[in-house]
């Protein structure tokens, strides 16, 4: 049975998106236990949310992370569509309360999460065909805004880079250079010296096994010395890094 025409409303409200087809709405919330075949139910409409939620994430992502790999920008991604995440979102905004489900469901205490989460997914689609990929990109931040903060908020705990540019830009309105000082070791296996300079300012070098970590290192370094993180214990000075590989001069035998 449909929601009453009330508790669509609500929820309209509740998403911050006024449908200009209400049939959209009611079909992504109509479980496939309340459906006489599969094809009527939200389960389509699950598939094209699903793709429009990543997009949209994926191009926040790549737009406000400039300095963050791919990596990162995957683990980031992923941890905000996920279904956990997704469930989550779809019990803030009680999409429970208007789903259609079969009678078999009903008088259950709570649905399960893995039905909330299809719903929601399902309700992006519907946003997204009702109002076009903005409308729907502007309800996705704004429904996902408390997990997308977690998840970057997590990744940068151990993306030094990523804090250093936040803080310089936040704090001196400075964008953070990086450096290569020197490389030691033989070309299958060299290590690199790189510093960090923020305007006039340049902070003590961090050698690392490639140009990335030595980077990420040099960062820890400045975050260190302008008292942002505590000191550590971790050794990279170019004697710990250097002295690990055999004089370049010497391997021919000489």
């Known amino acids: 049975m449909a929601a009453p025409e009330a508790v669509l409303q609500a929820l309209q409200n509740r998403l911050g998106h006024q449908f200009k087809n209400l049939r959209l709405l009611q079909a992504a919330l109509k479980h496939s236990s309340s459906a006489d075949h599969r094809r009527d139910s939200n389960e389509r409409m699950e598939f094209l949310g699903d793709q429009v939620m990543g997009i949209a994430i994926c191009n926040y992502l790549y737009q406000e992370l400039p300095e963050a790999q791919e990596g990162e920008l995957t683990k980031i991604k992923s941890a905000v569509v996920s279904r956990a995440s997704c469930a989550r979102v779809g019990r803030r905004l009680a999409l429970g309360e208007a789903l259609s489900v079969g009678q078999g469901m009903y008088g259950h205490p709570e649905l399960p999460a893995s039905i909330i989460a299809g719903t929601f997914e399902a309700v992006v689609a519907a946003v997204f065909i009702d109002g076009g990929y903005d409308v729907a990109t502007s309800f996705v ?53 790189v510093a960090v300079s923020l305007g006039d300012k340049r902070f003590s070098g961090a050698w690392g096994p490639n140009k990335k970590e030595a980077e990420q290192k040099a960062a820890r370094r400045a975050l260190q010395e302008m008292g942002v993180l505590e000191p550590d214990d971790e050794e990279d000075d170019v004697g710990a890094m250097a002295g690990t590989f055999p004089d370049e001069e010497s391997e021919d035998g000489d």
Not at 148 to 161: G, P, T, Y
């Open 141 to 193: 931040l704004r429904a996902m805004a408390e997990e997308l903060r977690e998840a970057i908020d997590s990744q940068h705990h151990s993306n030094f880079k990523s804090q250093l540019q936040q803080h310089a830009q936040r704090e001196f309105n400075l964008t953070p250079r990086y450096e290569l000082l020197d490389e030691k070791g033989p070309d299958h296996a060299k290590c690199f010296e």
